[in-house]
């Protein structure tokens, strides 16, 4: 379906589960689509799933203006008006942890439980970002993808699971170029480190032990700003845990979604 946001951007939303069940809503990682969660979306049958795409990626329209992150996070606020829903819980993974933490520091009250999965509130590498948005432009994403699933990949994860990793692949050369430079802005930009304390949600911070992306000591620290926040530390995993352990990130989520943090 498709959801018209308060700034005129039509959004790729994907529905599931019973219409009265308790929502929970997913949001993606750079380069990822709603397929990104299709293992957590048949686990959870007695949620109402909710799967979107942000601006510019996916089946999501692009957004004129540059991409910030309360807008994005207001992104998710229109999805929820527009399914009638109230309180949702909230799962996002890097990118999508990131708007998390925004949506609980600005929307608190319309969130349940917010999961922070493998994420940082800032990422202080303007010239990183610069020449990353450089290179999409001028190249497209096909160079892009393979360093960055390396670095976010437990080693030998392409050859032991050839077919999960061309998925991923296919998502991210999928990712319009322009959607993509959006997130990388988004994610440049953006600096959540000093919002941290004033998110009173219930928090649940997954980190992977083998992740490259986000030191334990990030995860630590938020752990440490968020008021009522909880620090589960899966081992074996990287950067995409409900793709490289979908059973254990999925046991963490239930887990923490039933009693809380």
């Known amino acids: ?25 997913f949001a993606n990682p750079l380069g990822t689509d709603q397929r990104f969660w299709e293992a957590q979306a048949a686990s959870f049958p007695d949620r109402r799933v909710i799967r979107f795409d942000h601006a510019g990626t996916g089946g999501s329209a692009e957004r004129s203006a540059t991409a910030t992150l309360p807008r994005t996070a207001l992104d998710v606020i229109d999805i929820l008006d527009a399914l009638g829903v109230e ?23 319309r969130i349940r439980r917010l999961v922070l999965a493998h994420t940082t509130p800032h990422i202080p590498l303007v010239d990183m970002w610069n020449g990353r948005i450089a290179q999409a432009r001028a190249e497209g994403l096909a160079n892009i993808a393979p360093p960055t699933l390396a670095r976010w990949l437990p080693d030998g994860f392409a050859d032991d699971r050839p077919d999960d990793y061309a998925r991923l ?7 319009p170029v322009e959607g993509y430079v959006a997130c990388c802005t988004l994610l440049r930009d953006s600096d959540m480190r000093d919002a941290l304390s004033s998110i009173e ?4 911070i997954l980190q992977g032990a083998l992740d490259q992306a986000v030191p334990a000591t990030v995860a630590q620290s938020m752990a440490e700003a968020i008021p009522d926040a909880r620090l589960v530390t899966l081992p ?9 352990r979908p059973e254990a990130f999925n046991a963490a989520l239930r887990q923490f979604l039933t009693t809380g943090a």
């Open 201 to 204: 949600n219930e928090t649940l």
């Open 236 to 244: 074996d995993a990287a950067h995409l845990s409900n793709i490289e």
């Open 1 to 25: 379906m498709q959801v018209e946001t308060t700034d005129g951007v039509m959004l790729s939303v994907t529905v599931t589960g019973d219409e009265d069940a308790p929502a929970l809503v």
């Open 169 to 175: 692949v296919t998502m991210f050369t999928d990712t």
């Open 87 to 109: 309180t949702a819980d909230y799962v996002g993974l890097s990118l999508g942890g990131l708007v998390g933490m925004e949506l609980g520091a600005t929307h608190g009250d």
